[in-house]
């Protein structure tokens, strides 16, 4: 079944007659949905019905998005939100850029992680004991959907680019805000072609932050994701 695209450019009726758009920024978790029992594939499918969207904005291709090919890291989309784009009239947008733009970010980070790795071992060997330190401390502590969408996490990840751009280089910062400022451009046209209405973003949690803050700046109506999924679930930890 193929999907309903919202066009970004072209405004549906009259933009100032209307309120401005809503935009959820939703953390994902790709493939560790699998493994973390207070945020799991199905409780994804279930946020995202309850947040009623309008449209969703996803961490795809255009390419990838029509033609649904599975994805090997970002699983939630053959487990959770391919099937809801068939249960629901879900108009959808792609974030992630085209050709030739999606290569040249990829070569950059790539460069940067095979020049660190030839010029400073060391440092690499100790990048990946804190990755692996941070993730199973957040793996303790994301018990629940608002866990995941905390500011705590937020802080977290934002503290880990700045220290991943300053060891990588300006390569891999390059990359990390020109990718995050693709996303950004389409989320803002989305929002402006579809005034009245409510977009959630499906991003992999290590974006939000950035999203979060560069919208919290702009005209749209940014939600506070954590505290529409507060009361999901009576008791359930929303933070850590």
Same mark, same amino acid.
């Given at each position: 079944?193929?999907? $309903? /695209?919202?066009?970004?450019?072209?405004?549906?009726?009259?933009? +100032?007659? @209307? *309120?401005?758009?809503? #935009? &959820?920024?939703?953390? $994902? /978790?790709?493939?560790?949905?699998?493994?973390?029992?207070?945020? +799991?594939? @199905? *409780?994804?499918?279930? #946020? &995202?019905?309850?947040?009623?969207?309008?449209?969703?904005?996803?961490?795809?291709?255009?390419?990838?998005?029509?033609?649904?090919?599975?994805?090997?890291?970002?699983?939630?989309?053959?487990?959770?939100?391919?099937?809801?784009?068939?249960?629901?009239?879900?108009?959808?947008?792609?974030?992630?850029?085209?050709?030739?733009?999606?290569?040249?970010?990829?070569?950059?980070?790539?460069?940067?992680?095979?020049?660190?790795?030839?010029?400073?071992?060391?440092?690499?060997?100790?990048?990946?004991?804190?990755?692996?330190?941070?993730?199973?401390?957040?793996?303790?502590?994301?018990?629940?959907?608002?866990?995941?969408?905390?500011?705590?996490?937020?802080?977290?990840?934002?503290?880990?680019?700045?220290?991943?751009?300053?060891?990588?280089?300006?390569?891999?910062?390059?990359?990390?805000?020109?990718?995050?400022?693709?996303?950004?451009?389409?989320?803002?046209?989305?929002?402006?072609?579809?005034?009245?209405?409510?977009?959630?973003?499906?991003?992999?949690?290590?974006?939000?932050?950035?999203?979060?803050?560069?919208?919290?700046?702009?005209?749209?109506?940014?939600?506070?994701?954590?505290?529409?999924?507060?009361?999901?679930?009576?008791?359930?930890?929303?933070?850590?």
């Amino acid at each position: 079944m193929g999907v $309903t /695209l919202a066009i970004a450019g072209i405004s549906q009726g009259t933009a +100032s007659a @209307a *309120d401005p758009a809503e #935009v &959820i920024v939703l953390s $994902t /978790l790709h493939q560790l949905h699998a493994q973390t029992d207070g945020y +799991s594939f @199905a *409780d994804l499918s279930d #946020v &995202i019905e309850q947040l009623h969207p309008d449209i969703l904005a996803v961490e795809l291709t255009a390419v990838d998005l029509e033609s649904r090919r599975e994805q090997s890291t970002k699983q939630e989309y053959q487990h959770s939100v391919f099937p809801l784009l068939d249960k629901h009239n879900y108009d959808v947008v792609p974030l992630e850029p085209p050709q030739p733009l999606y290569d040249e970010l990829v070569s950059l980070f790539r460069k940067a992680q095979k020049d660190l790795s030839e010029q400073n071992p060391a440092g690499v060997e100790s990048f990946n004991l804190y990755m692996d330190s941070l993730f199973e401390m957040l793996g303790e502590r994301w018990v629940s959907p608002g866990a995941v969408n905390s500011r705590a996490t937020d802080i977290l990840f934002e503290s880990k680019h700045r220290f991943q751009s300053a060891l990588f280089g300006p390569e891999e910062a390059q990359a990390w805000q020109g990718w995050n400022q693709h996303f950004l451009q389409q989320i803002v046209r989305t929002a402006d072609a579809h005034p009245d209405k409510r977009i959630l973003v499906l991003v992999g949690a290590e974006h939000a932050y950035w999203l979060r803050a560069h919208l919290a700046d702009s005209e749209i109506i940014l939600l506070d994701t954590q505290r529409l999924l507060a009361d999901r679930k009576k008791g359930a930890r929303s933070d850590f």
